[in-house]
């Protein structure tokens, strides 16, 4: 029987992603998506570990279980570090994708590669019912390209390239993604603590 852990996201790009990851130890991943009668849930906090708290513990007071929860967002240098934990929500509350890379690119005109240096973030919150929590942090580096290139993954994908392999994230294949983005980081970070997800 495979273990079960339930992941407070309704974003259907990440949901696939961790469901990937944790498929790998045999984890079977439960979603909002999989429970449409839940609402949304504010994220108001200032940081990545505030909204990941906040969504998991809202899940786990609703189902008495222990929860997951992902915040994680884009972080631009030359934009001082925007659009950060707005990241979903960049060009307006409708969290339209393309607007949101829009906008990025539109705030990056003019500014040479080297300067468009970036990394993605991933904070995960594992929170008990009683309040009991655990952060997992992941980073993954790269540079603002200056137009969009490729169709997988979501968000800021098609401009986030990927020195190193010559693409944009979402230019390479979800199995490569899943090795090198700062989610998968951070779920490598709360695989070594076994003794939470058994
Ligand atoms: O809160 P949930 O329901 O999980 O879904 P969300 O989309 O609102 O998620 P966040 O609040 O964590 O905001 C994260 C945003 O950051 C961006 N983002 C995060 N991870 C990304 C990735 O792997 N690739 C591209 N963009 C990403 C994307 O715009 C997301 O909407
Ligand atoms: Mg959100």
Request: glycine share 8%; net charge negative; charged share 30%.
């Amino acid at each position: 029987m495979s273990q079960q852990i339930i992941i407070a996201t309704k974003n259907l790009g990440k949901a696939k992603e961790l469901q990937a990851i944790f498929a790998e130890d045999g984890w079977e991943v439960k979603t909002l998506l999989d429970y449409p009668e839940v609402p949304d849930i504010v994220e108001d906090g200032s940081t990545f570990e505030e909204n990941a708290y906040k969504k998991a513990k809202t899940i786990a007071d609703a189902f008495g279980l222990p929860v997951l929860a992902d915040d994680s967002g884009l972080i631009v240098d030359a934009l001082n570090g925007e659009p950060g934990v707005y990241s979903a929500r960049y060009a307006g509350e409708a969290k339209d994708d393309q607007a949101n890379i829009e906008k990025v690119l539109e705030n990056l005109q003019g500014v040479p590669m080297e300067k468009r240096t970036a990394r993605f973030h991933c904070t995960l919150a594992y929170v008990q019912p009683s309040g009991e929590h655990y952060y997992f942090n992941g980073t993954c580096p790269g540079l603002i390209a200056e137009s969009p290139q490729g169709s997988g993954g979501f968000g800021y994908d098609p401009i986030f390239y990927l020195k190193e392999k010559n693409k944009t994230m979402a230019e390479i294949t979800s199995e490569e993604k899943n090795k090198i983005s700062h989610r998968a980081m951070a779920i490598k970070e709360l695989k070594k603590d076994r003794h939470l997800i058994k």
